[in-house]
């Protein structure tokens, strides 16, 4: 019965968290937004360019942290 009261686990693409994809999504963007501070300082396009491709995959891994990781799904939200 408690794990009904918890709800149902979503598996997801690797076997961790949901939260710990989401804070590494945002690690990963403000990774990204400081190799476009240095690619900005050294006036250099594809240092920049490739800060906004390290951003990209921050916010991809924060839009969809809970399909690449496992999540609790609450009662009343899945498919019964």
Aim: cysteine-free; proline content about 4%.
């Amino acid at each position: 019965m408690a794990s009904e009261e918890e709800g149902k686990l979503h598996k997801g693409l690797i076997n961790v968290s949901d939260t710990i994809v989401y804070i590494l999504g945002w690690v990963v963007l403000l990774l990204g937004l400081g190799v476009d501070v240095l690619g900005v300082n050294t006036h250099s396009a594809p240092i920049v360019a490739v800060g906004v491709g390290i951003n990209w995959i921050g916010i991809i891994l924060g839009l969809f942290s809970g399909v690449i990781g496992n999540r609790r799904i609450p009662p009343g939200y899945g498919e019964e």
